[in-house]
């Protein structure tokens, strides 16, 4: 079992950066593929990035792509997302979560979930 706690949220301008991080406990996060999600009020949680355990693999929804990268340090036990270009759109509560086997893109596949944290983009 792991447990993971997001931080790094916060308010930010738009065309501005982040980069959130995500602390796991408990198993190492080298045993899990991870990902990022996000949810706006009112929305469904929807998918924003993942990695392979290794890191050498990532994965990125179509709105992420070249804004976010997603990275990982399985000797610090953490996974990060720099996000840069931030818009309004991007505003929501961003979840870290990890997952036994291959990434997926859908938030039912994962069996472990961070608090979130939240991100404010200001126009």
């Known amino acids: 079992q792991v447990q993971l706690v997001e931080s790094g949220g916060g308010w930010v301008q738009a065309g501005g950066s982040l980069r959130l991080s995500c602390a796991a406990s408990?198993?190492?996060?080298?045993?899990?593929?991870m990902g990022w999600f996000r949810q706006a009020p009112g929305q469904e949680r929807e998918f924003v990035a993942a990695?392979?355990?290794?890191?050498?693999?990532?994965n990125l929804a179509d709105s992420a792509k070249g804004r976010f990268t997603i990275s990982r340090d399985n000797y610090k036990n953490m996974v990060y997302l720099q996000m840069n270009n931030l818009q309004s759109d991007d505003t929501a509560v961003y979840y870290c979560?990890?997952?036994?086997?291959?990434?997926?893109?859908?938030?039912?596949?994962?069996?472990?979930w961070g608090q979130g944290t939240q991100v404010t983009v200001s126009s």
């Open positions: 408990g198993r190492s996060v080298s045993a899990y593929a």
């Open positions: 979560a990890a997952r036994l086997g291959h990434w997926s893109t859908s938030p039912g596949a994962y069996d472990y």
């Open positions: 990695i392979v355990r290794s890191g050498g693999s990532t």
